[in-house]
């Protein structure tokens, strides 16, 4: 292991330290009895405290030093004065220890008592002090110079996911998001919990990826012998409790999907799934606006969150379009009744990229999403899907080419999907045997044949609404993020490139790179024209080559560019 100059120093320090008898990890418990924010909420001159923390900065002026201590809470000014903390004529706590083997970044425990500068500054005055744990590898702290210029940020966003506890230690408004994201998911237990559904868990692995349209993961069980998989959805265990008799369930899923990774889609998500016996689709749209509205308010005071340079309103009502409709209404095309050759054509004419393995239904999946979804920043219930798109949702009542589905658009992004829930077992081994012919064609994502559910169906299951919300990109619009990897403490990374390392990248990405090392730097736009890619190889390819530290993209007065890292 190659170690740095500091690493290097701070490690003699740590063999001194032991040399004088100081033992720099602890084992004993340490009794914190305060913290930082409570000392400035409840401050009381002259109380006695036991205080611990971060060591973030420091001014040494001969036997007297101020400094910041950073805990769980924010941070609070500590003074250390060497008579005080050396009150005999052995100064080596203070000469040595102090000033020469503690670093920024070590972990501390002090105890003292608390006073006021002259300047006003509630400060806590060491009496005692503790080394807890030795920092060996510095922190990048920021630097500002004497005009107030900040240099050295942490703000490398694959340095900053990858380090997540580096960021959360010099970035403290991080933690915010992460509170936050807490709150929110605490104001849909009360509002669930309040009407009296029960919380409960669900299998991980699975004999069946199902209850959605998704690649899983694919894992062995030894003892068993049998393949297993990482649920791509809970819903077919949870709608198993509604038959076992549960007129109410809910929960938070960890849900996996052997997918693309972008700013909205990591491999590893949470789901909150609902089902309620009695309900339809309808009396479901009416509970997510009265749930949506009270997270908004919880979590950020109002029914308006700011995402972006959009102010969205979590107020009911929501507007409510049938997708087809909206199909209509953003291309032109009235794509009702069309057969599979027909929407492929419809596809091609709108510039999209299709192939024989799709059937109606991801088609019209592809033409909403290219076309249509952008345009619902404020949230709409986008309705009314076709069969072929929904193989375990109720049959339309009142057109049986429609099932009572809908997905809820905000910011232009789904959050929401819900179902009438199909209890017609006859229909449902109809609709999974359909998938099963796609998958026959090719279609990687299609639904798996789940014979036990359609057992449990046969049992009898009564008119059921069901519902999944994204947790991540509910925390992303709570919490002005966008990026998925800004709400999960430990987003899914590539590994990380070792010295010397080649990095293989896709055709597109070698295209896109090409390009760029010809000008070194480039108007994203005319890069992207050069590239000759369309939208979607473009956003890829583009992440591809940030994510590699290959190129980085600026924003100047002149616009977006992009240029070799």
Same mark, same amino acid.
């Given at each position: 292991?190659?170690?740095?100059?500091?690493?290097?120093?701070?490690?003699?320090?740590?063999?001194?330290?032991?040399?004088?008898?100081?033992?720099?990890?602890?084992?004993?418990?340490?009794?914190?009895?305060?913290?930082?924010?409570?000392?400035?909420?409840?401050?009381?001159?002259?109380?006695?405290?036991?205080?611990?923390?971060?060591?973030?900065?420091?001014?040494?002026?001969?036997?007297?030093?101020?400094?910041?201590?950073?805990?769980?809470?924010?941070?609070?000014?500590?003074?250390?004065?060497?008579?005080?903390?050396?009150?005999?004529?052995?100064?080596?706590?203070?000469?040595?220890?102090?000033?020469?083997?503690?670093?920024?970044?070590?972990?501390?425990?002090?105890?003292?008592?608390?006073?006021?500068?002259?300047?006003?500054?509630?400060?806590?005055?060491?009496?005692?002090?503790?080394?807890?744990?030795?920092?060996?590898?510095?922190?990048?702290?920021?630097?500002?110079?004497?005009?107030?210029?900040?240099?050295?940020?942490?703000?490398?966003?694959?340095?900053?996911?990858?380090?997540?506890?580096?960021?959360?230690?010099?970035?403290?408004?991080?933690?915010?998001?992460?509170?936050?994201?807490?709150?929110?998911?605490?104001?849909?237990?009360?509002?669930?919990?309040?009407?009296?559904?029960?919380?409960?868990?669900?299998?991980?692995?699975?004999?069946?990826?199902?209850?959605?349209?998704?690649?899983?993961?694919?894992?062995?069980?030894?003892?068993?012998?049998?393949?297993?998989?990482?649920?791509?959805?809970?819903?077919?265990?949870?709608?198993?409790?509604?038959?076992?008799?549960?007129?109410?369930?809910?929960?938070?899923?960890?849900?996996?999907?052997?997918?693309?990774?972008?700013?909205?889609?990591?491999?590893?998500?949470?789901?909150?799934?609902?089902?309620?016996?009695?309900?339809?689709?309808?009396?479901?749209?009416?509970?997510?606006?009265?749930?949506?509205?009270?997270?908004?308010?919880?979590?950020?005071?109002?029914?308006?969150?700011?995402?972006?340079?959009?102010?969205?309103?979590?107020?009911?009502?929501?507007?409510?379009?049938?997708?087809?409709?909206?199909?209509?209404?953003?291309?032109?095309?009235?794509?009702?009744?069309?057969?599979?050759?027909?929407?492929? +054509?419809?596809? *091609?004419? #709108?510039?999209?990229?299709?192939?024989? !393995?799709? @059937?109606? %239904?991801?088609? $019209? &999946?592809?033409?909403?999403?290219?076309?249509?979804?952008?345009?619902?920043?404020?949230?709409?219930?986008?309705?009314?899907?076709?069969?072929?798109?929904?193989?375990?949702?109720?049959?339309?009542?009142?057109?049986?080419?429609?099932?009572?589905?809908?997905?809820?658009?905000?910011?232009?992004?789904?959050?929401?999907?819900?179902?009438?829930?199909?209890?017609?077992?006859?229909?449902?081994?109809?609709?999974?045997?359909?998938?099963?012919?796609?998958?026959?064609?090719?279609?990687?994502?299609?639904?798996?044949?789940?014979? +036990?559910?359609? *057992?449990? #169906?046969?049992?009898?299951?009564?008119? !059921?609404? @069901?519902? %999944?919300?994204? $947790? &991540?990109?509910?925390?992303?619009?709570?919490?002005?993020?966008?990026?998925?990897?800004?709400?999960?403490?430990?987003?899914?990374?590539?590994?990380?490139?070792?010295?010397?390392?080649?990095?293989?990248?896709?055709?597109?990405?070698?295209?896109?790179?090409?390009?760029?090392?010809?000008?070194?730097?480039?108007?994203?736009?005319?890069?992207?024209?050069?590239?000759?890619?369309?939208?979607?190889?473009?956003?890829?390819?583009?992440?591809?080559?940030?994510?590699?530290?290959?190129?980085?993209?600026?924003?100047?007065?002149?616009?977006?560019?992009?240029? #070799?890292?």
């Amino acid at each position: 292991m190659q170690l740095s100059e500091q690493e290097l120093i701070r490690r003699e320090k740590l063999t001194k330290l032991r040399e004088l008898g100081i033992d720099p990890y602890p084992a004993a418990l340490y009794p914190v009895n305060t913290t930082s924010e409570n000392i400035k909420q409840n401050y009381s001159e002259g109380k006695k405290v036991i205080i611990s923390g971060r060591l973030m900065s420091r001014r040494i002026q001969g036997k007297a030093s101020f400094a910041e201590l950073q805990d769980s809470e924010g941070r609070i000014q500590v003074y250390f004065n060497r008579d005080e903390i050396c009150p005999g004529d052995d100064k080596v706590l203070y000469n040595d220890v102090y000033k020469k083997l503690l670093d920024i970044g070590d972990i501390i425990g002090i105890e003292g008592e608390l006073f006021t500068t002259q300047v006003g500054e509630k400060t806590v005055l060491v009496k005692v002090f503790t080394l807890l744990s030795k920092s060996l590898r510095p922190l990048p702290l920021p630097k500002k110079d004497a005009e107030g210029n900040i240099f050295d940020e942490f703000n490398d966003p694959e340095m900053r996911y990858r380090q997540r506890y580096v960021d959360l230690v010099v970035n403290p408004h991080v933690k915010e998001t992460f509170v936050k994201r807490t709150k929110i998911t605490n104001s849909i237990r009360e509002f669930y919990n309040e009407r009296g559904y029960l919380e409960v868990e669900t299998p991980i692995l699975q004999p069946i990826p199902g209850g959605a349209a998704a690649r899983p993961f694919l894992t062995h069980h030894n003892a068993l012998n049998i393949p297993l998989y990482l649920r791509i959805a809970n819903e077919l265990y949870l709608k198993r409790l509604i038959v076992g008799g549960f007129d109410g369930v809910y929960e938070f899923s960890k849900d996996f999907r052997n997918e693309g990774m972008d700013r909205t889609h990591n491999p590893e998500f949470t789901v909150m799934e609902l089902y309620v016996a009695y309900k339809d689709y309808n009396w479901m749209m009416d509970t997510t606006e009265q749930l949506l509205e009270k997270i908004a308010i919880d979590s950020n005071g109002t029914s308006k969150v700011t995402v972006g340079e959009n102010e969205i309103e979590f107020k009911a009502p929501y507007a409510r379009v049938p997708i087809l409709e909206a199909i209509k209404i953003h291309t032109g095309f009235d794509v009702a009744g069309m057969d599979e050759v027909e929407l492929r +054509d419809t596809a *091609r004419k #709108l510039g999209l990229e299709v192939d024989d !393995t799709m @059937g109606v %239904g991801k088609l $019209i &999946d592809e033409i909403f999403g290219e076309k249509c979804e952008h345009f619902y920043v404020q949230p709409t219930f986008i309705t009314d899907y076709p069969k072929e798109m929904s193989p375990l949702t109720k049959e339309h009542r009142d057109n049986p080419a429609l099932t009572e589905r809908f997905e809820l658009m905000v910011n232009g992004k789904e959050l929401a999907n819900c179902y009438s829930e199909l209890n017609d077992p006859i229909d449902q081994r109809e609709r999974f045997e359909e998938q099963l012919r796609l998958s026959e064609k090719g279609d990687d994502e299609a639904m798996f044949i789940d014979q +036990d559910f359609i *057992r449990a #169906l046969e049992y009898g299951m009564p008119p !059921t609404s @069901g519902i %999944g919300i994204g $947790i &991540d990109r509910l925390v992303m619009l709570m919490t002005n993020n966008s990026s998925i990897q800004e709400v999960l403490f430990f987003p899914q990374m590539r590994p990380e490139a070792r010295a010397g390392q080649a990095i293989n990248l896709s055709d597109d990405g070698k295209i896109v790179f090409e390009a760029l090392k010809k000008a070194e730097k480039l108007l994203l736009n005319d890069l992207k024209l050069q590239s000759g890619l369309s939208n979607k190889k473009w956003d890829k390819s583009i992440k591809e080559l940030t994510k590699n530290n290959l190129a980085k993209v600026e924003k100047t007065e002149d616009g977006l560019f992009v240029e #070799l890292s």
